[in-house]
C-alpha cells in the first residue's frame, strides 16, 4: 500500500513539473497561416517576370534574387509568406558574427513557424556571403518560414540546407542586423 502511494505521489509531481515546466504553444491565427505552395520541376510559377525580395528593416533595406529553378517549392513558399504579410513586423531572433543572421519566427525566439513544413531542395547553391537559405531543424524536411542570410562564406552548410537566393543589394544592411531588430515589412518586387 505504501509502494502505491508513493508511485502516485511521484506520478503526480511528475506530471505537476511537467505541466508547470512547459510553456503553452502560443497559436498562429488561421489569418497567418498559408498553405504550403506546391510547385512541380516542370515549372507551373510564373516565371516570365523577375522576382525580387525587399526587407525593410529598422536598419535599411535588404533586396535578394531567388534561384527558382533550384528551389522552386521553397521560393514559392516565401513569396506566398511574404504577399500574405506574415514576415512583417518579424524579428531576426539570432545574430551570429561572422555567420548568419536568422528571422522568421513569428515567436521571436526560433521555435516558431508558419503551421507547416516543406520538403527540403537541397542544391549545388554554394554558401557565400550573402547566401539566403532555409533554416530548419535536425529533420531535413522541417523548414517552414525561418530562413537565414549568411555574414561569411559557410561552406561546411553546403547541401544540407536548402539555399533560395542570393543578396543583390543591402548587405551593408545585413551586417548591421542584430537580434531583436525587426523586418518592417517583407514584399516582392516583379521586374
Known sequence: ??????????????????????????????????QPVRVNKGGTMDTSKEKIAVIETEKGTIKFKFFEQDAPNTVANFIKLAESKFYDGLIFHRYEPGFVIQGGCPYGNGTGGPGYTIKAEFNSRPHLEGTVAMARAQDPDSAGSQFYICLAPAPFLDRQYTVFGQVIEGMDVVHKIRAGDKMKRVYIEYK
Open 1 to 34: 500500500m505504501k509502494k502505491m502511494k508513493v508511485r502516485f505521489l511521484f506520478l503526480f509531481l511528475l506530471i505537476f513539473i511537467l505541466f508547470i515546466g512547459c510553456e503553452p504553444v502560443k497559436s498562429v491565427s488561421k489569418k497567418s497561416q498559408p
